[in-house]
């Protein structure tokens, strides 16, 4: 077996690059990820075809293998952040573009909930998955999503609470989208370790996700099925 150190990435064909990238991105390796991007887009590739067949395929085998507890979550925020290494060179050349992308979500934990671990890997996950993600961090009032649905016009909508006191304000929030009219124009996700699947349909949310890969799986569902 070829040592890592032994693989020179630019001698590769573009098929066994794309293979050694799955690979470099199973492992966490940023400066593979971000030296095979680079040589891809030197080579004429269209930076879509970067993400999707380099980085967004590569996720996908790391998002089941976490689905299926083979990989643990250091794990997976190590191949989340290789992944961000080639997206920062794609980002901007895919806005030039006007590629298309998956969708795009907003994501936050509730009003009085400061527990971001699990909201962050959902966020990672699902820029590795090809969608846009904004990111409102913490204790985020009502107030805050309708801003950021204002500003960013988003396709879904992803809530985090850990705490049993901070659940139903995910209930504020949805109930204020039906007030306003707005309810049925996004994808609500709700997920977080004190959450089941009766707690999310009570709420009035689209689907709870118990972990990352079960929210990249059910966004990449429910936007096909709203396409």
């Known amino acids: 077996m070829v040592d890592e150190e032994d693989i020179i ?3 590769l064909d573009d098929e066994e690059l794309v293979l050694q990238m799955h690979d470099d991105l ?4 940023a400066d593979e990820i971000r030296e ?15 993400l ?3 980085l967004v395929e590569g996720m996908t085998i790391v998002g089941i293998d976490f689905r299926d507890g083979i990989l643990f979550v250091p794990e997976v925020l190590m191949s989340a952040n290789s992944m961000k290494s080639g997206m920062f060179i794609l980002k901007p050349l895919l806005a030039a573009s006007g590629a ?9 934990t509730v009003k009085g909930d400061i527990h971001d671990i699990g ?3 959902v966020g990672m996950m699902m820029e590795g998955a090809g969608f846009e993600v904004v990111d409102l961090g913490i204790n985020n009032a009502v107030e805050s999503y309708l801003e950021a649905i204002d500003e960013h016009k988003p396709t879904i909508l992803g809530m985090s609470a850990l705490l049993t006191t901070t659940m139903p304000y995910m209930k504020v929030v949805i109930d204020t989208l ?4 707005m309810r049925d124009d996004y994808i609500v996700l709700v997920g977080g370790a004190p959450l089941n699947e009766a707690f999310a349909e009570s709420v009035g949310a689209d689907a709870y996700c118990r ?6 799986e059910t966004a990449k569902s429910l936007s096909a099925k709203a396409a």
């Open 119 to 121: 909201k962050n890997l």
């Open 211 to 216: 972990d990352a890969a079960v929210a990249v």
């Open 52 to 54: 999707t067949e380099a």
């Open 26 to 29: 199973y492992d966490g390796l």
């Open 178 to 181: 039906i007030e306003k009219g």
């Open 36 to 50: 095979g991007t680079q040589i891809l887009l030197d080579r004429g590739w269209e930076p879509y075809k970067v």
């Open 9 to 11: 990435l630019a001698e």
């Open 100 to 108: 298309p992308m998956m969708g795009k979500m907003i994501i936050g």
